[in-house]
């Protein structure tokens, strides 16, 4: 397969751009679960985080790190993926991202500073002569901490050729082993980010010692095409989310890109070492934690990407795929087995099932299967179509959602107490649990809901009665919210069906924060939440059902 072509290295950010995406916080244990997936995937390198950003960033990348680095799993052939750390040119970055990702066999800190002169004259108030020095410094100081080196000047796709050349000839003198060269602002298009990387590649001196890598984002639609044309002009690393998800417009899609090398393995002088079949598990696995619904026409992973509605292509798929399908959709993850379950299927058919829609091996835990097998058998009783796939990763979703909620439990009570980051990693068991609901609702009518919890703390039922203005599910919440005596503030609920038909299972995601009274006042007079603006924590839950209220609530 590989022949005379280069490894390309598959650097994944998710957790570091990704998690810059407006509106999406992922906690600790969030962060390892995904972090775990991507090393079963087979990613080169995961830009765990950027650690000096806050305590339970620093964290999350040392778990992630002690956890998840090790790691062997899925990985035949591969070395253990390297924890890398994102710092900018300060000393007290790099020293706090080494401090983080350390104890992983293999590591690596991200040293950047911006190069543009838009960004040296604005934003760092430095001259380009500054610039160099901060960079041989910094890159240097980093180098006498960890011999994997990663350097990106900032905005490069706007930074003057010649000055760029310069700064990447100071970073990799002072030791960088990785020059990764960022479009920043998503503004190149695919001929000249493709030239700026051939350029730099027969320019800077130095240049056959580093590794060039691409960094795109996707403003103008553009990130997977350049970070493709990067490639074919020298390029053998390339910096990618799960989903396309980051900042503003979002970064480049690393199923995009994989799939594009490996559907054209003759146009690309590289071979990847991704394990593609894991594609569309860990793709759903990041639309429930983050909260961003993937859109149905996305390309490899959405919805839509493997169905034909046209009777023109019906009939030629019918015939022979390969007429209207140029990916097989297993090779994704999108299976086409014949293998269907029911109330008489087994543990074996169950397990089996598991392991083709992607969550074999250590995807779940023993207490996680069992949780999994014993909710598949009560949907199956009640089912007469059989359990879909879009059921199964349903229910997937909604128990591994069900473990973190033990973590979040914890986490939401240290955050009253202000003890979050000692009892990060002490899970317990979940306190409430919903025992019994009964909601009253019709056109015309008040809706009202009362709900029963168990409090596994005390050992007892509690029982609350809420109305409200806006639904039955706003009068559920009220009475979960009243019983659980926290202040809770929904930041985005989002419900979808697993299949078709009127016995579909109904998926709820739900994430909220703790609210706080007040908030902050913004330029205009509006009050903006501190959840809302990032200053809270932020709890994700998934659950599915045939009864949309009862997936809400539960």
Excluded at 441 to 450: K, N, S, W
């Amino acid at each position: 397969m590989a022949g005379n072509k280069d490894k390309l290295i598959v650097f994944d950010t998710t957790l570091r751009d990704g998690e810059q995406s407006p509106g999406v916080t992922l906690n600790t244990d969030e962060k390892i679960e995904i972090a775990r997936q991507l090393s079963r995937l087979g990613v080169d390198v995961i830009e765990a985080g950027f650690p000096v950003a806050s305590p339970g960033d620093f964290n999350a990348v040392q778990r992630i790190a002690r956890e998840v680095g090790p790691l062997m799993e899925g990985r035949d052939g591969l070395e253990p993926m390297v924890i890398c750390g994102l710092a900018r040119s300060v000393k007290h970055d790099i020293q706090t991202a080494f401090d983080a990702v350390k104890e992983a066999p293999r590591h690596r800190i991200h040293v950047f500073l911006a190069t543009s002169d838009i960004h040296l004259e604005h934003k760092l108030k430095i001259t380009r002569e500054q610039c160099t020095q901060r960079i041989a410094e910094m890159v240097g100081f980093a180098k006498t901490l960890c011999s994997d080196i990663e350097f990106s000047p900032e905005d490069a796709g706007r930074s003057d050729r010649a000055f760029l050349c310069e700064a990447l000839a100071v970073a990799i003198d002072a030791g960088a082993t990785t020059l990764n060269i960022p479009d920043t602002v998503g503004y190149n298009t695919p001929q000249e980010y493709g030239d700026l990387i051939a350029y730099l590649r027969a320019n800077t001196r130095g240049a056959e010692r580093v590794v060039f890598s691409t960094h795109c984002h996707n403003d103008l639609g553009l990130a997977t095409a350049n970070t493709l044309a990067g490639i074919s002009n020298g390029a053998r690393q390339v910096e990618v989310t799960i989903n396309g998800i980051g900042e503003r417009a979002g970064n480049t899609s690393l199923e995009e890109v994989v799939m594009n090398v490996h559907t054209h393995p003759d146009a690309y002088p590289v071979f990847h070492t991704i394990n593609t079949r894991l594609f569309y598990s860990t793709s759903r696995m990041v639309e429930d934690l983050s909260g961003m619904a993937v859109q149905a026409n996305k390309a490899i992973v959405g919805r839509n990407a493997f169905l034909h509605e046209s009777g023109i292509h019906q009939d030629g798929v019918l015939k022979n795929k390969q007429t209207y399908e140029i990916i097989r959709p297993e090779d994704v993850g999108v299976t086409t087995g014949n293998l269907a379950l029911g109330k008489h299927s087994g543990r074996h058919a169950f397990k089996t099932k598991l392991e083709e829609l992607g969550y074999g091996g250590s995807a779940l835990s023993d207490e996680q299967f069992q949780a999994a097998f014993a909710r598949f058998k009560q949907l199956a009783d009640s089912k007469k179509t059989g359990v879909t796939d879009g059921d199964m990763h349903a229910l997937v979703a909604a128990v591994r959602s069900a473990t973190r909620g033990a973590s979040s439990d914890v986490a939401a009570s240290a955050v009253s107490t202000g003890e979050a980051e000692e009892t990060a990693a002490a899970p317990t068991a979940c306190r409430y649990t919903l025992k019994h609901m009964q909601v009253f609702t019709g056109v015309g009518v008040t809706p009202t809901a009362a709900v029963t919890l168990h409090d596994a703390q005390r050992n007892i039922d509690v029982v609350d009665v809420a109305v409200a203005k806006n639904g039955p599910i706003e009068a559920t919440y009220s009475a979960i919210q009243r019983i659980v005596a926290l202040p809770i503030e929904l930041l985005s609920f989002n419900v979808s069906a697993t299949s078709t038909g009127q016995e579909t299972l109904g998926k709820v995601a739900v994430r909220i924060a703790r609210a706080r009274d007040g908030g902050e006042q913004s330029n205009d007079g509006e009050v903006t939440s501190l959840a809302a603006s990032g200053a809270e924590p932020k709890f994700a839950g998934v659950a599915a059902d045939v009864d949309i209220i009862t997936a809400s609530a539960t």
